[in-house]
């Protein structure tokens, strides 16, 4: 075994060991912020409907009768064992919420970060290639512009010329009525469920719903990778190894992409999957603004319903969906640039 697989080896296996106090951390983190809110989460959500002794009864099962460290240690062991409770105002598994909803998030992140990707790196590219022309201002007006809009904003704005103008998609839901009635649901991801069924007739339906709130999400993360891609492709550019590519007779597109593209990988990889991350925030309002069925449209209801169960264990996964990104960036930079090791 060579020296340079021994190290990413190790790297690996520290990095592995290291997300438990990650974990550990946020979890703490979670449980604190919703002990902290003011108030008995049990009278906040149900106070006026129950009486007294129906209340202290929900408070027992709920186990908010215990002192404050048994409750830690108790939702680290509903957490390390797969259950994240009931909640409170209409009795359903959290873990139930976040296999249905949350699929719904997943596809319209997974899709909204393709389009992010799809947009900002061929235009960051192009902007560090031309550097200084009508080209580059350009790419770099309509990053910091659409970066900074509300994408709530884009959403009605979206839906107002693409949906209610024009016509051309629709502006609510995963899938029309009638779709949304013959599928079954095998994954919760409609495009997928279609597919496993062969209801390829379906498939038109389901990405035209998804086009929209797709797009909006995107596009506002796409400001971000754009101005990043852009100044790493400068950077890169003004190497060594750059002058002797074009020395060599390179064609700029092959210098462009398979040089200065390929060294400014690591920080673009770590930056656009933190990014990643921040879209479950943005999910949350294009969710909301398209009634896309996600797991942020159910974290607004229990917010309203003041839920505390449904929120903790809604928010938790979103704690662990994170270490879980930063753990895929930190593999995939280390397997990428061989300098990136402990």
């Given at each position: 075994m060579s020296s340079s697989t021994g190290s990413l080896r190790r790297y690996i296996l520290t990095r592995l060991v290291l997300v438990l106090p990650m974990v550990l951390i946020l979890l703490t983190l979670v449980f604190m912020l919703m002990r902290v809110a003011p108030g008995n989460p049990i009278l906040a959500a149900l106070g006026g409907h129950?009486?007294?002794?129906?209340?202290?009864?929900?408070?027992?099962?709920?186990?908010?009768?215990?002192?404050l460290i048994v409750q830690y240690f108790e939702y680290l062991r509903?957490?390390?064992?797969?259950?994240?409770?009931?909640t409170i105002t209409d009795h359903r598994a959290v873990t139930q919420i976040i296999a249905q909803n949350g699929a719904a998030t997943l596809e319209l992140t997974s899709a909204a970060m393709v389009?992010?990707?799809?947009?900002?790196?061929?235009?960051?590219?192009?902007?560090?290639?031309?550097?200084?022309?009508?080209?580059?201002?350009?790419?770099?007006?309509?990053?910091?512009?659409i970066y900074a809009a509300p994408v709530f904003f884009l959403g009605l704005l979206a839906q107002l010329l693409f949906g209610h103008i024009l016509n051309w998609l629709p502006?609510?839901?995963?899938?029309?009525?009638?779709?949304?009635?013959?599928?079954?649901?095998?994954?919760?991801?409609?495009?997928i469920d279609a597919m496993i069924d062969g209801q390829w007739g379906d498939l038109p339906d389901l990405f035209a719903h998804l086009i929209l709130p797709a797009c909006t999400l995107g596009l506002v993360i796409s400001g971000v990778v754009l101005r990043l891609v852009r100044v790493n492709v400068i950077q890169t550019m003004k190497g060594d190894y750059i002058e002797a590519a074009r020395a060599r007779g390179l064609k700029e597109r092959s210098v462009v992409v398979r040089h200065a593209f390929r060294n400014a990988l690591v920080p673009i990889i770590t930056v656009t999957g933190l990014q990643?991350?921040?879209?479950?925030?943005?999910?949350?309002?294009?969710?909301?603004?398209?009634?896309?069925?996600?797991?942020?449209?159910?974290?607004?209801?229990?917010l309203d319903a003041r839920d505390y169960i449904a929120v903790q264990g809604i928010i938790t996964v979103f704690a662990l969906a994170v270490v879980a990104i930063s753990l895929i960036i930190d593999l995939l930079n280390a397997w990428i640039d061989p300098r990136v090791r402990y």
């Amino acid at each position: 075994m060579s020296s340079s697989t021994g190290s990413l080896r190790r790297y690996i296996l520290t990095r592995l060991v290291l997300v438990l106090p990650m974990v550990l951390i946020l979890l703490t983190l979670v449980f604190m912020l919703m002990r902290v809110a003011p108030g008995n989460p049990i009278l906040a959500a149900l106070g006026g409907h129950l009486s007294p002794a129906q209340l202290a009864a929900r408070e027992r099962a709920a186990g908010y009768d215990k002192p404050l460290i048994v409750q830690y240690f108790e939702y680290l062991r509903q957490v390390f064992t797969g259950n994240l409770g009931t909640t409170i105002t209409d009795h359903r598994a959290v873990t139930q919420i976040i296999a249905q909803n949350g699929a719904a998030t997943l596809e319209l992140t997974s899709a909204a970060m393709v389009v992010a990707i799809v947009v900002g790196i061929p235009l960051g590219m192009l902007a560090g290639r031309m550097r200084d022309t009508w080209v580059d201002a350009s790419a770099r007006i309509f990053g910091i512009v659409i970066y900074a809009a509300p994408v709530f904003f884009l959403g009605l704005l979206a839906q107002l010329l693409f949906g209610h103008i024009l016509n051309w998609l629709p502006t609510s839901s995963e899938a029309s009525v009638i779709v949304q009635a013959t599928l079954t649901p095998h994954t919760n991801i409609p495009i997928i469920d279609a597919m496993i069924d062969g209801q390829w007739g379906d498939l038109p339906d389901l990405f035209a719903h998804l086009i929209l709130p797709a797009c909006t999400l995107g596009l506002v993360i796409s400001g971000v990778v754009l101005r990043l891609v852009r100044v790493n492709v400068i950077q890169t550019m003004k190497g060594d190894y750059i002058e002797a590519a074009r020395a060599r007779g390179l064609k700029e597109r092959s210098v462009v992409v398979r040089h200065a593209f390929r060294n400014a990988l690591v920080p673009i990889i770590t930056v656009t999957g933190l990014q990643a991350a921040l879209l479950l925030s943005g999910a949350v309002l294009t969710e909301e603004t398209f009634n896309w069925p996600g797991i942020g449209s159910e974290l607004i209801y229990y917010l309203d319903a003041r839920d505390y169960i449904a929120v903790q264990g809604i928010i938790t996964v979103f704690a662990l969906a994170v270490v879980a990104i930063s753990l895929i960036i930190d593999l995939l930079n280390a397997w990428i640039d061989p300098r990136v090791r402990y």
